[in-house]
T-cell receptor
Framework: QKEVEQNSGPLSVPEGAIASLNCTYSDRVSQSFFWYRQYSGKSPELIMSIYSNGDKEDGRFTAQLNKASQYVSLLIRDSQPSDSATYLCAVGSNDMRFGAGTRLTVKP | DAEITQSPRHKITETGRQVTLACHQTWNHNNMFWYRQDLGHGLRLIHYSYGVQDTNKGEVSDGYSVSRSNTEDLPLTLESAASSQTSVYFC????????????FGPGTRLTVT
């Protein structure tokens, strides 16, 4: 069974802080990793993709991948109330598996 | 602009009825996917297609079917709707190959009474 695990949260951070979201996966042959943001009642929106070990930065977002530890994370710097959403980790190999998501609340 | 659309956005049906949910994309993507999303389970893959005439079962395919007659459309059919199929259904598409970024439609909320 291919598993993608995330803490369900809720994770609460003050405005301006760094939010750290974590994800672990079980399928060692996974090759592609994604973070999606989903606002309540809306569809998932892709915010980051990462394919190789290390860090990838895009604006306030940084994705980190460690294939040896089967771990991928998302850091959100200078968190804003508009970042309040559920963040889904997705892992791709032959198909795509999603974690259940971590709910993030950024308090003004 | 390219997009992916789903219809209907909301549907209420009775147990035992056949229901078809439509998905249409103008990205010209080869790959298309159907997911359901339920509280506590996240997104679960129902069926997927890597091209015209290609269909594959996903993690939770029982009671569902798909067919792919062109690049743009992948309709999802519930042969005999059950209350356990009450869910939010999302269609997604991606470029050819495996492991590419998927882009999601707005979703269909289906209630089976």
């Amino acid at each position: 069974q291919k598993e993608v695990e995330q803490n369900s949260g809720p994770l609460s951070v003050p405005e301006g802080a760094i939010a750290s979201l974590n994800c672990t996966y079980s399928d060692r042959v996974s090759q592609s990793f994604f973070w999606y943001r989903q606002y309540s009642g809306k569809s998932p929106e892709l915010i980051m993709s990462i394919y190789s070990n290390g860090d990838k930065e895009d604006g306030r977002f940084t994705a980190q991948l460690n294939k040896a530890s089967q771990y991928v994370s998302l850091l959100i710097r200078d968190s804003q109330p508009s970042d309040s959403a559920t963040y889904l980790c997705a892992v791709g190999s032959n198909d795509m598996r999603f974690g259940a998501g971590t709910r993030l609340t950024v308090k003004p | 602009d390219a997009e992916i659309t789903q219809s209907p956005r909301h549907k209420i049906t009775e147990t035992g009825r056949q229901v078809t949910l439509a998905c249409h994309q103008t990205w010209n993507h080869n790959n298309m996917f159907w997911y359901r999303q339920d509280l506590g389970h996240g997104l679960r893959l129902i069926h997927y297609s890597y091209g015209v005439q290609d269909t594959n079962k996903g993690e939770v395919s029982d009671g569902y079917s798909v067919s792919r007659s062109n690049t743009e459309d992948l309709p999802l059919t519930l042969e005999s709707a059950a209350s356990s199929q009450t869910s939010v259904y999302f269609c997604a598409s991606s470029e050819a190959g495996q492991g590419y970024e998927q882009y999601f439609g707005p979703g269909t909320r289906l209630t089976v009474t």
